[in-house]
């Protein structure tokens, strides 16, 4: 009897063991489908550690929403509310111009709402803004033209506690500084419909390219795997040197570049347009200029100019020709109706002149000779 209970005891470790068993292997299983099935949209693309903290993102047909993520004590701004119908948005990167909402784009914080709820206090509050933040940009109805806009990641300002007051005084809280800008270009649905795109090949400079009136408007994209440079769409290289970085408002050409869907389409890089409304009023022509740079696959910044092929496109805005004065003639002046007459004689009375003149003087030479006859 004691044999048959000890064997049974055998039987159900053994089925024990294997039920266990099983079930590692089942989880291990399904962890591993849980890890593909991960999409990979749902990558948030950080701020980065290297300055400046400049994020340039492209959101076309393909790709219509994106993850973006603050650093830890620090909160993306315009502020985000609770309708991501309503959200704001930059129309510079400087964040000095505030868009209002636009129809059919949403930007949400991805966290727990009853947790934004609860955080009332200050203590609270602080210790959310050790933890980073994750948004999500979604463009539901794709606009017909390209558009720009940009975000902010701001550090998170906390209030003091009422206990570091003193009585009779108040200490102002410290104003947010920026941590990074998102710049968010936004593909329109219409292509770039311009027959003269350009494309700017590795290895050798486009050929310059003018604009003036009535052709104040150029299209180009970079090569294959090529990014563009300066990222930051209000900024441009000096047309001289190529090398330094200056502001696109600060030349008043009325300038803007954007991103969009190329004309062509079996290329795979977007097309960026540049126009000018504006030309130089004096006679000094003023250059502008962009790079196309292909990175290596080891360098993380598109700026550093060593180990890649480079294009450089050189814009040529000339100034507007200008209309020449008429030369006024010599001895003009304005003339009261009716002393014309009095101040400049008729072109028969200028004829005349002459033969009354010697008229008067044979007339007084027969005087004086009838005299001297008298007088002889």
Known sequence: MLVKIARCFQGLRRLQCATIAVGLVCLSACGAELDVQIPAEETAVSCGDTEPRFVPLSLSKDKLSQLIKCPAGSALFPKVKGDASSAQYCEDSTCTKILASIEGWTLEEKSDPQKEEAAETA???????????????????????????????????????????????????????????????????????????????????????????????????????????????EKTLDGEKCHDETSLSGLDLGAKLVEGNSSITEATVPAYALEVSKFPTDSKHVKLCYKCEKPSATQKSPSVQSNKEVCTIIVNVVPNPKTEPEQEEEGTEDVKPGEQENQKPSASEAQDHPTHSFDIAGALLLSSVLVLNQTG
């Open 123 to 233: 203590e609270l509050r602080q210790e959310e803004g050790g933890k980073e933040k994750v948004y999500k940009f979604t463009v539901n109805k794709q606009p017909s033209q390209s558009q720009t806009l940009y975000l902010q990641c701001r550090s998170i300002e906390v209030s003091q506690p009422e206990s570091t007051f003193k009585t009779g005084t108040e200490t102002p809280s410290a104003q947010p500084t920026t941590t990074c800008t998102f710049q968010l270009a936004v593909h329109g649905s219409q292509l770039f419909s311009n027959e003269s795109e350009k494309e700017c090949t590795f290895g050798q400079p486009l050929p310059e390219v003018t604009l003036k009136s009535g052709a104040n408007k150029v299209t180009f994209r970079c090569g294959t795997g090529g990014v563009l440079s300066p990222a930051n769409f």
